[in-house]
């Protein structure tokens, strides 16, 4: 009796900081404009914000909702579209960008689908892949205007959201492999039964506002089931991701 061969994976893959250097130049120059878009929403009553108002802001809403910007919305009815609008121009991103050389092939050599999920607005991710030659490799591209449930924004780490995500391209948890830098992501994904990839090489903090420096081992969780460098070195650990 013949033996039916085991489906393809399907790949989730994050962006920044896993696929290129976002924190070589591109999430500074965010994070100033960031600083900069909070400073003015927090001094609109007449009182000029200081900057440990403003850090506690980013961090306190990063830490509670895994997002700043969903703490700016639901306490300051800031608009998203122009927060991700103004936070993101940092102008020709040629000049910022960093990433390692053959990202194309490593994508080819690994089998099934791959989808682009990530938290930055699309504008953005959309030209970071365009100049990353890879964006013929992804079958679909959720940025984070896509994250919406129930009409609510649902970023990562949303539960809710992943489910969405898996429902709407019929695939089970266990087909699904993330491939990402941010544990909280990894975490929630692991929790539903998705397959973890973490990826270290560009992690330098590990706060939002780049104060909290990483601690020298970066210990592997239980919830990961594979950690390495670089994206390159996913074809050799493929065995563990079965």
């Known amino acids: 009796m013949a033996t039916s061969l085991p489906r393809a994976p399907v790949w989730l893959f994050d962006l920044d900081n896993t696929l290129h250097d976002a924190s070589h130049a591109i999430f500074p120059a ?14 609109q009553n007449g009182e000029t914000a200081t900057q440990a108002m403003i850090n506690a802001a980013r961090v306190g809403y990063w830490k509670r909702y895994g997002a700043t910007l969903l703490g700016m919305m639901r306490h300051h009815q800031v608009c998203p579209a122009d927060f991700l609008r103004q936070t993101h121009d940092i102008g020709p991103l040629a000049e910022l960008l960093r990433f390692e050389r053959g990202l194309g092939r490593l994508l080819r050599r690994l089998p099934g689908r791959k989808i682009l999920l990530t938290n930055a607005p699309n504008s953005y991710s959309t030209e970071i892949v365009r100049r990353l030659k890879l964006h013929n490799h992804f079958s679909h591209h959720v940025a984070i205007e896509h994250m919406h449930v129930h009409r609510q924004l649902r970023p990562k780490p949303s539960k809710l959201m992943l489910r969405r ?11 699904c492999i993330l491939v990402e830098d941010t544990l909280a992501n990894l975490r929630t994904a692991r929790q539903l039964g998705l397959r973890t990839v973490w990826v270290t090489q560009y992690l ?8 909290a420096p990483l601690p020298r081992t970066l210990k592997c969780p239980g919830y ?17 991701l079965r």
Request: charge should be positive; avoid cysteine; hydrophobic fraction near 40%.
């Open 165 to 175: 995500l898996l429902r709407k391209h019929g695939v089970a948890a266990q087909r």
């Open 224 to 240: 990961v089931n594979v950690k390495v460098k670089s994206v390159r070195q996913l074809p050799a650990r493929l065995s563990r």
């Open 204 to 211: 330098r903090v590990s706060d939002p506002i780049g104060t």
């Open 30 to 43: 965010i994070s100033a404009n960031m600083n900069t878009y909070i400073a003015r929403v927090l001094s």
